[in-house]
């Protein structure tokens, strides 16, 4: 399994990004996906989900309404639209998967075992 970000960048406050992560090394559409962030000190944050299924998806509140997760399964890749992008959301982003035919959108990091390297996010005020 092999996770590749991309995407990140400096943007001011306001502004907007869009994530790629692209997959490679296992069957796309059997794998949950899902986007946390992280920032020295602090825990890993769910930032969003989306299921193999049927595609539902997850949102951390701190991003509901700013942030929309896709997928291409044509690409194998997952996206991550950032609109409205604030301060507090400057953090290294990580995508990540696990194996999974349900219809559950899984929102801890413990539930999932693959990882990407991440990419920078810096949103300045």
């Known amino acids: 399994v092999q996770l590749v970000e991309s995407g990140g960048g400096s943007v001011q406050a306001g502004g907007s990004l869009r994530l790629s992560c692209a997959a490679s090394g296992f069957t796309f559409g059997h794998y949950a996906i899902a986007w946390f962030r992280q920032t020295p000190g602090r825990e890993r944050e769910g930032v969003s989900c989306?299921?193999?299924?049927?595609?539902?998806?997850y949102y951390g509140d701190s991003v509901k309404g700013r942030f929309t997760i896709s997928r291409d399964h044509a690409n194998d890749t997952v996206y991550l639209q950032m609109n409205s992008l604030k301060p507090d959301d400057t953090a290294v982003y990580h995508c990540?998967?696990?194996?999974?035919?349900?219809?559950?959108?899984?929102?801890?990091?413990?539930?999932?075992?693959?990882w990407g390297r991440g990419t920078q996010v810096t949103v300045s005020s």
């Open positions: 990540s998967a696990r194996y999974s035919l349900s219809d559950h959108a899984y929102s801890l990091a413990e539930e999932y075992d693959a």
């Open positions: 989306i299921n193999s299924r049927d595609g539902s998806t």
